[in-house]
């Protein structure tokens, strides 16, 4: 069972979202629920006790924007909701990075791209699920693959810095083998988890939370290819 929720305050939007969701889930076979919302403070008052997996969220609306309520459910400790923005400007796309949106529709809503990224927002939350298995000298660990933001090499010793760091001896490339498109190698002692991206210079990749990855020369116009494709 797949938990939508649509936020915009327009019902006249969200029955029409509505209705499309519905047609997917027939024709893919998924089996759902739809929760609707008339405001971004509506959402954030019942939001803890059932997070969607996938949230249409409309930017534009009277009081909190969708950005904003995107921000705080992110800064609130959840990872897993697939965030899908509808907005009738593409002005908004940069500030996705923020809040690891899985995409952007633009209003009027197309049914087949409506369609397409739902199918990708049920791959991502599969994926979502799958953990790597670290053998330290200490412990195991099952760490969720969401929750690395990136991977380092110095001499033998790989670390993968996630919610905390862990350090192994193994070949980088063992660990990559693991990975999924999400993640980028960036020159040969760095792996990048696109998601955890907020910006990118020409020297260095900037973080969710603070830290910074260096960038090799070259490597810029890789990277920055990387975040475009990911948003399609």
Same mark, same amino acid.
């Given at each position: 069972?797949?938990? #939508? ?17 519905? !047609?997917?889930? =027939?024709?893919?076979?998924? !089996?759902?629920?739809?929760? !609707? ?7 954030? #008052? ?13 930017? *534009? ?6 950005? $904003?309520?995107?921000?705080?459910? %992110? ?9 899908? #923005? ?25 049914? *087949?791209?409506? #369609? ?6 049920? *791959? =991502?939350?599969?994926?979502?699920? =799958?953990?790597?298995?670290? $053998? ?26 996630? $919610? ?34 907020? %910006? +990118? ?11 910074? +990855?260096?960038?090799? %020369?070259?490597?810029? $116009?890789? +990277?920055? %290819? ?7």
């Amino acid at each position: 069972m797949l938990n #939508f929720t649509l936020c915009d305050d327009s019902a006249a939007e969200r029955e029409y979202i509505k209705a499309l969701v519905f !047609e997917w889930s =027939k024709r893919s076979g998924a !089996e759902i629920s739809v929760r !609707e919302c008339p405001s971004a403070e509506a959402l954030l #008052f019942e939001y803890e006790d059932n997070p969607p997996d996938i949230l249409l969220l409309d930017i *534009e609306m009277s009081g909190m924007s969708g950005v $904003e309520l995107a921000k705080r459910l %992110r800064q609130n400790g959840n990872r897993l909701s697939q965030i899908i #923005f509808i907005t009738a400007y593409s002005d908004y796309i940069a500030e996705g990075y923020d809040v690891a949106a899985l995409h952007y529709l633009l209003k009027p809503v197309d049914r *087949e791209k409506l #369609f397409s990224v739902l199918s990708r927002a049920v *791959e =991502k939350i599969s994926d979502d699920g =799958k953990k790597l298995v670290l $053998e330290t000298p200490d412990e195991t660990a099952l760490v969720p693959i969401c929750d690395i933001k990136y991977i380092e090499v110095i001499k033998n010793y790989v670390t993968v810095h996630a $919610e905390r760091d862990y350090t192994l001896k193994m070949p980088l490339k063992e660990i990559e083998a693991e990975l999924d498109e999400r993640f980028i190698r960036v020159g040969r002692s760095y792996i990048v988890n696109l998601g955890f991206i907020t %910006r +990118v210079t020409k020297t260095e990749v900037y973080l969710k939370g603070g830290g910074t +990855v260096p960038l090799p %020369r070259g490597a810029y $116009e890789k +990277v920055n %290819r990387a975040i475009i494709n990911m948003k399609r």
